[in-house]
């Protein structure tokens, strides 16, 4: 019997929507299956999101996306990490980059040689055995160059900022010519099959009926799918996330693009600040119990480069997760999957791997529940991770200057989380648990910033004499600060390669 999926019905055109038709659109070919997006433009789109993390560029090479056009038409700078502005304690600066500090030696990671080092006095930061955090410092950027493995300038890893709306619109074009079919309109009833349960068809205002074998959610925080017709249950984090609204105004751009997303830690959250090439993003993400949205975005129009574009506009949200996202033949993405504040960009890439998971169990029209369930168990893993990376920036820090601060800084948190920060205090150890999305540079980046001490360096770290070590590490810096003086400007390089139309 033939059991193939036919029909898909995307619902929603946000980024979550069309990157899930470009990515099935490419996939599967135009063969296999009609795929409609509905999407209302009466109801629009969340319109932020424009801070990515490196993995990204899988997505894109899967659609076979050319990456200079792609920054031009999106009017896209680069990512090398992000800077955290008075997280650990006021006046206090440090950097999350993406790739490795320094190199591994004799088997031991370099994050124990720094840890020894750093404990008998040496004063340098580990940043600066980061290329990627040299070279943001020195507002330089280029693409890695691979031929040589052992050289620094092999180890870039970088994501990109971009304007959502242009992303959007691109992965649209991407899609329709691959098949996929925009309808639009908004949907104002499902309707579900009295036999099973199973979605049967989404009815617009007009009367349109539109009916799939598979429907992907993609409605945003609404849910309209996931929860609205199936009842998904939502699993509220925000007594870990208190942060509950944000507000984001555009402003000029004045000076060089820096080639990271900067955060500040503000009274009651913090502040985003993300350079485009013709403009820069900002937001305030803050909690509303500790904070008004009129104080807040008073904050933030005191604190921008440039002369504001647009009028400030406030987003509200919560913390949480849908306990299943994937329920008979409807599969949520995006913020109607779930939503973890922006602090680490890390929605966009929830929604590439979310894809990414649904091809890899893909359904037949039978539906199978061990498929279902091996879908909603990883998804749930992925977001419980990512959640606790999150949620370890306001735990560990020193500040106790506003009621926000202490209260995170001394709430619960995840026993998960609680075990790294105590392996973590012993001897400076992190490990990355069953392929999680932060890697141990992460988390090592992230704990030594927020200012966590361990009581003492790995012990393994004693294979090399402390002349060794530091003769090693030495070399590994001066390497680093010949590619950074070898590296061209960020805006050179955009210049260059990649200037959208206007700049
Ligand atoms: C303050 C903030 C900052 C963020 N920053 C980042 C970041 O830096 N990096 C990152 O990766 N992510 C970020 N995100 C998350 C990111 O914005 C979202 O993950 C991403 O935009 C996907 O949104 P979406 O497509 O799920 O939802 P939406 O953009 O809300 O799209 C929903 C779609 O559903 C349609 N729809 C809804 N109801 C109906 C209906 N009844 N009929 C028809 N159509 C309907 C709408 O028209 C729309 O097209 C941020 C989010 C917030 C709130």
Not at 245 to 262: G, I, L, Q
Not at 371 to 390: G, K, L, P, S
Not at 399 to 420: C, G, I, N, Q, Y
Not at 467 to 482: C, F, G, H, V
Request: aromatic share 10%; with cysteine; proline share 4%.
């Amino acid at each position: 019997m033939d059991e193939r999926i036919r029909s898909i019905c995307i619902v929603g055109g946000g980024t979550a929507g069309w990157m899930t038709a470009a990515a099935l659109t490419k996939v599967l070919g135009p063969e296999y299956a009609r795929i409609t997006l509905v999407e209302s433009d009466e109801i629009g789109t969340v319109g932020v999101g424009e801070a990515t993390i490196p993995q990204i560029g899988i997505f894109n090479r899967l659609l076979g996306i050319e990456e200079d056009e792609f920054v031009r038409r999106v009017n896209g700078t680069y990512k090398l990490g992000i800077q955290f502005v008075d997280w650990g304690r006021k006046g206090h600066t440090y950097f999350h980059p993406f790739g490795p500090f320094g190199v591994d030696m004799e088997g031991v990671s370099f994050h124990a040689f720094w840890l020894r080092l750093m404990q008998g006095g040496d004063p340098r930061p580990i940043t600066d055995f980061s290329i990627q955090s040299a070279a943001a410092d020195a507002g330089k950027f280029m693409r890695a160059i691979t031929s040589d493995p052992r050289s620094m300038l092999s180890k870039i890893a970088y994501a990109f900022h971009f304007d959502a709306g242009l992303y959007a619109r691109f992965l649209r074009e991407l899609a329709e010519a691959r098949g996929a079919v925009r309808q639009e309109g908004r949907i104002v009833e499902v309707a579900k099959r009295g036999s099973d349960g199973f979605i049967e068809a989404v009815v617009l205002q007009d009367g349109t009926r539109i009916e799939a074998d598979l429907f992907v959610d993609c409605s945003g925080f609404r849910g309209l799918l996931i929860d609205g017709a199936m009842g998904a249950e939502f699993e509220d984090w925000s007594h870990w996330l208190p942060c509950d609204r944000a507000v984001a105004v555009p402003c000029e751009r004045v000076s060089e693009t820096t080639p990271y997303t900067r955060s500040t830690a503000r009274e009651a959250g913090w502040q985003w600040r993300i350079p485009l090439q013709h403009r820069t993003g900002n937001g305030y993400v803050f909690s509303s119990a500790h904070i008004s949205e009129d104080e807040a975005t008073a904050v933030l129009l005191k604190n921008l480069d440039g002369a504001p574009t647009a009028d400030p506009r406030v987003l509200r949200f919560k913390g949480g997760v849908r306990k299943t996202s994937w329920i008979k033949n409807c599969v949520a993405l995006g913020l109607a999957a779930g939503f973890i504040e922006p602090l680490e960009s890390t929605s966009i890439h929830l929604v590439q791997s979310g894809i990414a998971k649904l091809l890899t169990m893909f359904p037949s029209r039978s539906f199978h529940q061990a498929d279902i369930d091996r879908y909603n168990r990883i998804t749930a893993q992925e977001w419980e991770q990512v959640r606790d990376f999150i949620i370890l920036h306001y735990k560990v820090t020193e500040r106790s200057d506003t009621p926000f601060w202490d209260h995170v800084r001394t709430m619960d948190v995840p026993e998960a989380l609680a075990e790294k920060l105590r392996v973590f205090q012993t001897h400076g150890r992190v490990f990355r648990e069953n392929e999680e999305l932060f890697n141990d540079t992460s988390w090592f980046a992230v704990l030594i910033g927020q200012l966590m001490t361990p009581n003492s360096y790995d012990p393994v770290a004693d294979v090399l004499s402390l002349e060794e070590t530091r003769r090693r590490l030495d070399q590994i810096q001066s390497a680093i600060a010949t590619s950074v003086d070898y590296m061209p400007k960020h805006d050179r390089f955009i210049a260059d390669n990649c200037a959208a139309a206007r700049v």
